[in-house]
């Protein structure tokens, strides 16, 4: 079973920084692809960024290329997003989300099969 856990969400104003991780059960976490989406209410999930089996592989959403990070940590099955001059556009609920031999080119969540359960960030304005 495969159980994916989020954390570092909060509040925070304009301009300033969040980190969240996900934590991934399981001796396989080298073999996901593993993806951050968001959500805020009223509006479809959202592909946020999401890195291959290689760390060397990222892919980016247009309104977060340039200000947020993602990377992986196999030695902790831990995936982070790095989120910087966040923006009261950024406020959701935040999820990661997990593809066994998947592509971090892959921006459907429908491609995702596990997920965790989300962690709300809010950006004041």
């Known amino acids: 079973q495969v159980q994916l856990v989020e954390s570092g969400g909060g509040l925070v104003p304009a301009g300033d920084s969040l980190r969240l991780s996900c934590t991934i059960s399981g001796r396989t976490f080298e073999t996901y692809a593993v993806a951050w989406f968001r959500q805020s209410p009223g509006k479809e999930r959202e592909f946020v960024a999401a890195v291959g089996m290689s760390a060397t592989f990222t892919h980016y959403a247009d309104s977060v290329n340039g200000r947020f990070t993602i990377s992986r940590d196999d030695t902790q099955n831990t995936v982070s997003l790095q989120m910087s001059r966040l923006e009261p556009e950024d406020s959701a609920v935040y999820y990661c989300?997990?593809?066994?031999?998947?592509?971090?080119?892959?921006?459907?969540?429908?491609?995702?099969?596990?997920w965790g359960q989300g962690t709300q960030v809010t950006v004041s304005s």
């Open positions: 989300a997990a593809d066994r031999y998947g592509s971090s080119r892959n921006r459907d969540p429908q491609k995702y099969e596990y």
